[in-house]
């Protein structure tokens, strides 16, 4: 597979617990993908892309490592990506 929407991605890498959440944190414009905002949930994630967005009141950033095929366990959802260091405060352009 070649890639797959961001918002089964995050999903299947367990940052979000239903595909709706997933889309309602794109839609809310707190999502990054390579350091450009993406605003729609058909956008395609890549291994080797690096993912920003809000969880719960901090930040994470994370690059993508695998794109999986289903929303496996703990474990297969971490062997996804690799976490990256955290921006530190939130990025200014950010609401």
Known sequence: MDGLRIDKWL???RFCKSRSLAQHLID??????NNRPIDKVS???REGDELTFRQGRGWRRVMVTGIGSRR???SE??????ELAAPDPPPDDWA
């Open 77 to 82: 959802a971490q062997a996804l990506y690799q």
């Open 43 to 45: 956008t395609t994630v």
């Open 28 to 33: 809310e414009g707190a999502v990054k993908l």
């Open 11 to 13: 999903w299947f890498a």
């Open 72 to 74: 496996g366990s703990t």
